[in-house]
């Protein structure tokens, strides 16, 4: 017997290893969320490796980063994973509850889509969203999600687009740190920056503002935009904070908007979809998407 055999499948557990690792980006950290250890989650990495014949990771002094090839094999495997669930969601009485299974950032979905998440669903509830948080796109042409909400400039060619929001970038910070005595333009310049992932933000920022993106020490990389937010909110710098998908109120105060420093954001978030008729759940989902989008967009025009 072999693992890389068609008939057999491997370990639940290798594959709920190579997923732990993937998410985690350790060995470490996969070995105490799934309360094992280091030793067992490597070898359980290694028999998912074996059956599917490839790499599915990189690994590195700091941890492990998934190989192309690990990406697009585990993005199925999650997809499996999800279906196993799916299985289990019956209404009462046996009758099957339909999914639409909806992929997003995790800060899109913390901010915007959850606190939605009951009127999207229906009143009476008429289907359930199952959302897919992981930082790999999954693909609707394969089948593995009915709608994506990406974050981006755009042209995946993954289904149809639509931007959703006229998006924006604002400079905001703690009370005490805003409290300097400074200028904005000199505060923003003189304080640490936060940065979600990369610097294309702040990069447009600044060209936006007729200055330069430049290193310095005092900077940070925060995995998302949701931790860097709430780093700002802690005072460890300064966020580019999103006003279409989520206001200030919940931070009561905690967070200050230098909203003279509002600029244009150079990527958007879309909404992906299929083609469909319009009675299927994919397609009242995205329906109902768009009737909370422009009723967002009618308050903010009674508010102005």
């Not at 994506?148 to 060619?157: C, K, M, S, V």
């Not at 993954?158 to 959703?164: I, V």
């Not at 610097?199 to 949701?226: C, E, F, I, N, Q």
């Amino acid at each position: 017997m072999t693992y890389s055999s068609d008939d057999i499948l491997p370990p639940f557990e290798a594959l709920q290893a190579a997923l732990a690792a993937a998410r985690t980006g350790s060995f470490t950290a996969a070995a105490e969320e799934l309360e094992v250890t280091h030793a067992t989650i490597s070898r359980r990495v290694e028999l998912a490796e074996k059956w599917f014949q490839c790499a599915l990771f990189d690994r590195h002094a700091r941890g492990v980063t998934v190989t192309a090839t690990g990406q697009i094999a585990l993005v199925k495997v999650a997809h499996a994973f999800d279906q196993l669930k799916q299985a289990r969601q019956l209404r009462p009485g046996g009758q099957t509850l339909p999914v639409v299974k909806l992929a997003t950032t995790a800060s899109f979905a913390r901010f915007w889509l959850i606190p939605r998440l009951i009127e999207l669903e229906g009143s009476p509830q008429d289907l359930r969203i199952e959302l897919v948080t992981s930082a790999l796109n999954a693909s609707l042409s394969s089948g593995e999600v009915d709608l994506a909400i990406r974050y981006g400039r755009g042209q995946w060619n993954d289904g149809d687009e639509e931007p959703l929001f006229d998006e924006s970038l604002c400079p905001v910070a703690s009370p005490d740190v805003i409290s300097m005595n400074e200028q904005p333009l000199s505060l923003i310049q003189n304080t640490a920056l936060l940065h979600t992932g990369d610097t294309t933000l702040w990069r447009a920022w600044m060209s936006h503002h007729g200055k330069r993106l430049t290193s310095r020490p005092a900077d940070r990389v925060l995995g998302d935009y949701a931790q860097a937010i709430e780093a700002a909110r802690s005072g460890l710098g300064i966020a580019l904070w999103n006003p279409a998908i989520h206001s200030l109120e919940a931070f009561n105060g905690q967070l200050v908007a230098l909203d003279a420093l509002n600029c244009p954001s150079p990527l958007r978030f879309f909404l992906l979809s299929k083609p469909g008729p319009a009675h299927t759940p994919p397609m009242r989902v995205r329906s109902r998407l768009r009737r909370l989008l422009n009723l967002s967009q009618e308050t903010k025009t009674t508010a102005n």
